[in-house]
């Protein structure tokens, strides 16, 4: 649940912010939307907008920011206070062979440019998404070859076995990268007679590499003000 709210508590008489409580579980929060629908007017309202996030409530996400501001008035000075949580997405694992995993999700992603201030309280939770593990390597191949200097036979080409994906990374993590793909195991040729066999064939294949974690504050070059008095996992730049 979303409330909205006036008051003048620490802005001045005669000064009234638009404050907006999130009371319960929600998903890609925007605070402009929020805000407009309170009655804010970006083009033309100035008054402070605070967002309170409170405990034990999770902001989270699928597939963009957890939360975003959107583009106040650059005269409107935004507060967000998170005494729950502010969770970015977890990037997808790829099963694919060789494949970087996904990047991870944002928190918070700032679009404002007026005073901008986030207050993460005590026992509170500002975390970005961690990134998907990598794919595995390729396999690698073999084949038995026979060369007496005057002809070549092949035997039947074999295979290691493909490298698995990684894990994808906790909270504010890159993902691991994938595992190595095997060499297979010794050939039996089925070329008659004596001579030199020599193994042949390709190397396993690169890893690919575990997604980046993504932010848990994407200032975007924006000024933010973070005072942390809880857990921020990931970057904030």
């Not at 967000?80 to 992603?109: E, H, K, M, P, W």
């Amino acid at each position: 649940m979303t409330g909205f709210g006036y008051n003048t508590l620490g802005f001045g008489t005669g000064v009234m912010p638009i404050v907006i409580n999130i009371t319960a579980n929600t998903s890609n929060y925007n605070i402009l939307t929020q805000a407009t629908a309170a009655g804010y007017n970006a083009a033309a309202d100035t008054m402070p907008v605070i967002v309170n996030v409170a405990s034990g409530v999770t902001v989270s996400a699928s597939g963009t920011h957890a939360m975003r501001t959107g583009a106040l008035n650059a005269a409107s000075a935004l507060t967000v206070n998170i005494s729950g949580s502010i969770d970015g997405y977890t990037g997808a694992t790829t099963s694919t062979i060789g494949a970087a995993g996904s990047v991870g999700g944002d928190a918070l992603y700032w679009e404002t440019n007026g005073t901008s201030v986030v207050n993460v309280l005590s026992g509170a939770n500002l975390r970005s998404g961690g990134g998907g593990g990598g794919g595995g390597g390729n396999r690698g191949s073999g084949l038995p070859t026979f060369n007496d200097k005057t002809n070549q036979c092949s035997g039947t080409t074999v295979y290691g076995s493909h490298g698995s994906s990684g894990a994808a990374g906790g909270f504010g993590a890159a993902g691991a990268n994938g595992s190595a793909g095997g060499h297979p195991a010794a050939a039996v040729t089925y070329c008659g007679g004596g001579g030199n066999y020599t193994y042949g064939g390709t190397a396993p294949g690169t890893v690919g590499a575990g997604g980046a974690a993504g932010f848990a504050l994407r200032k975007n070059s924006k000024t933010v003000t973070l005072n942390d008095s809880g857990t921020v996992a990931g970057s904030a730049a």
